[in-house]
């Protein structure tokens, strides 16, 4: 006869356990401590104080960015929703789901894809990236006018070959909102070709992907 568990708590890394985690962060942040949660986006909350100074939340599964200009009255807040899920604090963070953060010493805030996009000219670029000239757009007109070819569909696709284009340009697809958006037509219409493409397609993929990796630093 075989087993069967019942689990009594939600399991890290099962499906609903992020959903989970959220309604129970949910319920301090918006009954207990007066946060606001968006209607437009449901991982974002904040709350106004009586002296017009503000706090923004943005608690995405088990990572959480926080941003004021409330002081006492924020700090409080913080350490309210903090001892009550023994969170770990970073003044400072290095990185916030997968982007790189560079915080001035003046209060601003860089964030970039530096460490994601060379991770993903090695996996993917067929070249060296100093193989490559130095690049100065990701892309050139002749991306757009090489997809209309690629798009008539009068050529064979090897699976093989269609595979890997869709695995670089899916890599590619999560660098724009990672602090990369002035690559973000290119992307697209390289997505557009998920199904059919082509030897220059995947060129202009590769380019793409050097110009990124070349000024990894770049962000917003």
């Not at 990236?129 to 892309?139: G, R, T, V």
């Amino acid at each position: 006869m075989p087993i069967v568990w019942k689990l009594l708590k939600p399991l890290y890394g099962e499906a609903y356990a992020g959903r989970t985690w959220h309604r129970t962060a949910k319920k301090p942040l918006v009954q207990v401590q007066g946060s606001t949660q968006s209607e437009f986006d449901p991982c974002y909350f904040y709350k106004k104080y009586s002296d017009g100074h503000c706090v923004d939340l943005v608690l995405y599964v088990d990572d959480c960015w926080m941003a004021d200009t409330g002081g006492a009255q924020a700090d409080n807040d913080l350490r309210l929703f903090r001892n009550r899920f023994k969170l770990t604090l970073q003044d400072k963070p290095k990185q916030f789901l997968g982007m790189n953060i560079d915080m001035g010493d003046d209060g601003s805030v860089k964030i970039s894809a530096s460490a994601y996009v060379k991770a993903e000219a090695e996996t993917y670029l067929p070249n060296m990236l100093d193989e490559y000239p130095l690049y100065d757009a990701p892309s050139t007109p002749q991306l757009v006018k090489d997809y209309e070819i690629a798009a008539r569909k009068e050529h064979y696709v090897d699976p093989i070959f269609q595979k890997n284009y869709q695995s670089k340009v899916g890599a590619l697809i999560y660098a724009p909102p990672c602090g990369r958006p002035g690559e973000t037509f290119a992307i697209d219409i390289l997505a557009r070709a998920l199904t059919f493409p082509t030897a220059a397609m995947d060129e202009h993929a590769n380019r793409v992907l050097a110009y990124m990796a070349q000024n990894a630093d770049e962000g917003i």
